[in-house]
Each structure stands twice: as C-alpha cells, then as structure tokens.
C-alpha cells in the first residue's frame, strides 16, 4: 500500500484544525471519503439525478442502472449468493431493527432465547431487548474473558435448544476484538439458532465472506467504509427475507394495491419502501471499487501494523490503561485507553487543541463500560490512510495531555 498516495486521496486530511495538521483518528466513528465517491455522488446530482424503477426516461434508466449496479457490487463484495439477498437499509441500526421487527418478533416466543455479548453496540443489544420484552424471552449473554475475548467453550455452555438467536458483533467498537464468527455460527446452528451478525466495524477493515461465514444475517453501514452517509446493508439469507413481511409499506415495495388489500414486490425491493437514498446507493457502489482497488487483505494488513505500534507506544506512558485483546491478531485497528486521573473527554480536547481526531465518551456500549468497571474510555481508530506518524502523533499529545492535568492538580 502507498499510504502518501492513498492520502491524496481524500482532501479533507489536508487542513490544519487549531494550527496543526489534521490527524483523524475517528474512523470507527465515520470514515473520510476518496475524491472517487465525492465525484460519483456529485456526477450523480449533476448529470442524471432521477428517480428509480418506475421511469421510463433516459435520466431514470440510469439512475435505475446506477441503484441495481451498486446492489451488484455489495453481492460480489461480501459473496452473497444473489442479489436478492442484498437490501438497502439507511444504516447498521435500521438493518437489525429490521430483523428484529420483521423476523425475531415472529419467531420467538416467551421461554425462547436470545443471546448476546456485553461488547455489542446499543444498536445490537436495544431491538433484542425489545423483542424479549414483547415476546416474553430471555435474554443471555456470553461471558467475557479477562482480555475481551470470547471463549468458544463458553460459547458452547451458553447456547442451548432455547436459544432461537445469537446476536453479535464481528468487531467490537470499543476492545477491536474480531470474535470468531465462522465457529459461533457452526455452534449456534447446530442447535437450531440463527445468527444476526453486526458487520459495522468488520465490513470496511476485513475481507468479508457471508457464504462462508454461513451467517444468517449481516448488516453494516456505507459510511464507516468510505461511502456516503444514510446508506447501509441487511444481508439475509433468501428463504429467511422470504418468510418475512415487510415494515414499512407505501410506495416502490407494492405488486398490485386494491382498495382492501395489497401485494408486496419481489425480493429484496419489498422491504424498500418509498424512494430509496439514490445517491447513497450509488456512492457506497463508488467506495466499493476504491476499497477493491486497493485490497481488504491490505488494509487489514495495515491496520493490524497500526495498532501493534499504536499499542507499544503507548504502553510506554506510565498511567495508560489499554483495553482489549493484547495479541494483535485478535484485534481490528482500534485502540481503547484511558489515563489514570484524567477524564477521557478531557483527554480528546487537549488532543483537538493539537489538531489530533479521537472519540471519548462510552461509545454506545455502556453494558461494556460497566463490564470494564469505567464510566467512559477515549478512542483512536485506524485506518487505510493513517500512518505511523499519527501514531507518534497521538502519543505526544497524550503526554502533553497527562503533563498538563498533572500540573493542574
């Protein structure tokens, strides 16, 4: 990878905020985006912008190429068998509130079981929470190890024939554990559970194949992968979208409409009611062909020497706790820290006064925080175009930030 080339690639790196250069280290949040997908959503408005499916014109010919083009990607990108397994959601959250909603609510019944993580997002753990409240089923949680890890002989101890869904994250947002989906989904069908895997954090940093993960269900979000914001994907197994009605219903999701009853379209655009982010669509196609042209294997590649070295430079400062999987392979491009003493939104404004991008806050995982016995952790994440210097980067202003609440108090 030629990072100095990558990075010309993206303009928003090449500013100063508060006099110095800009170092984003908040990708897990949002990533930047390549001039190539900011050209495609502005070619999109400029040259053809129109809407989809239904015209007949020239203009609505190729904004309808474009849509089913970029749906044509995502298939080939994360190895779906068929691009009717492939909807367009706006985002992670809208996908797995969508088999929630449309699939768990139907499914599981008082006494069932749904199994969970404490590392998940709230966007994995809240909808489940809903289901077993309206179903009456339990919710489980597979225990963690001291490192953040998954042991898959716990994993075995916890799902049993009650369990009807396991609900995970591939990559933790907060620890950068990578859980070994492949094996959990082996376990959890053999008792019959299907599994709803949140790809967020996997899909823009791992080569991702759902065919062979054998995964049930994958969402993820364009805008952590160089895409636009408001788009994202539920991947489903066929036979399962299937069997699932539709949540919101209107426009572009019909077959026929009589006046007392409806029929639903064909898979996947029955679950795509009223007019669908075009552009996002479009441009997360866009980010697609910029990720492929570099290489996921590359990029995780490059991440994985990004936190190996983020992680012994700041080993080094005295009173820097790090979270997470030690061993580099179980862990994706993000580093979670705090300083002893030293609140870590407090840590992410004296780092912004040195133009040095971080979050701090409990990261939409606050079972996790509890778990970690913290109320809030700072975060830096990786990815395609950062650079050992950000790294270095980030360490000095850490120590400025400790020397300076030191001073303080």
């Not at 006494?111 to 929470?129: A, F, K, R």
């Not at 809903?130 to 994993?155: H, I």
Request: some cysteine.
């Amino acid at each position: 990878m030629d990072i100095e080339r990558i990075r010309k690639d993206f303009p928003i790196l090449h500013q100063n905020v508060n006099n110095h250069p800009l170092v984003y280290l908040d990708s897990a949040a949002t990533s930047q985006k390549p001039l190539s997908v900011i050209e495609t959503l502005n070619q999109y408005y400029r040259e053809y912008n129109s809407n989809v499916h239904r015209g007949v014109h020239t203009l609505g010919t190729k904004a309808t190429d474009a849509y089913e083009g970029a749906r044509e990607k995502v298939k080939n990108f994360i190895n779906a068998k068929s691009t009717k397994e492939v909807i367009f959601t706006r985002g992670t959250t809208t996908s797995i509130n969508l088999v929630a909603t449309s699939f768990g609510r139907e499914i599981v019944k008082e006494g069932d079981e749904i199994v969970l993580t404490y590392m998940e997002h709230h966007s994995n753990l809240i909808p489940w929470q809903q289901v077993a409240k309206k179903t009456g089923a339990t919710l489980k949680y597979f225990p963690l190890q001291e490192d953040g890890t998954l042991s898959l002989e716990e994993v075995r101890h916890t799902i049993s024939e009650k369990t009807k869904i396991v609900a995970i994250t591939y990559v933790s947002n907060v620890l950068g554990t990578i859980n070994p989906i492949k094996e959990i989904v082996e376990i959890a069908h053999s008792k019959g559970a299907v599994v709803v895997v949140d790809g967020a954090q996997s899909t823009p940093h791992l080569k991702v194949d759902v065919q062979d993960l054998d995964c049930d269900f994958y969402a993820f979000s364009g805008h952590k992968m160089c895409g636009p914001t408001g788009i994202g994907v539920l991947y489903g197994k066929e036979h399962l979208l299937e069997q699932m009605e539709p949540v919101e219903f209107g426009g572009e999701m019909i077959d026929f409409v009589e006046l007392y009853d409806s029929t639903w379209k064909e898979l996947p655009w029955k679950f795509e009611g009223g007019t669908p982010t075009i552009a996002g669509a479009i441009g997360l196609g866009a980010a697609i062909d910029y990720l492929e042209s570099i290489g996921m294997n590359e990029i995780q590649n490059h991440e994985h020497q990004l936190a190996e070295y983020a992680i012994d430079k700041l080993s080094e400062i005295n009173g820097l706790t790090i979270y997470g999987p030690k061993e580099i392979s179980k862990r994706a491009g993000v580093v979670t820290f705090n300083i002893d003493g030293v609140h870590p939104h407090d840590v992410a404004t004296v780092l912004d006064t040195e133009g040095i991008a971080v979050r701090a806050g409990h990261h939409c995982a606050q079972p996790l925080m509890k778990w970690l016995n913290v109320t809030a952790t700072a975060r830096a994440s990786f990815y395609l175009y950062n650079t050992k210097e950000d790294v270095d980067r980030l360490a000095m202003g850490l120590v400025k930030a400790k020397e300076f609440f030191s001073d303080v108090f």
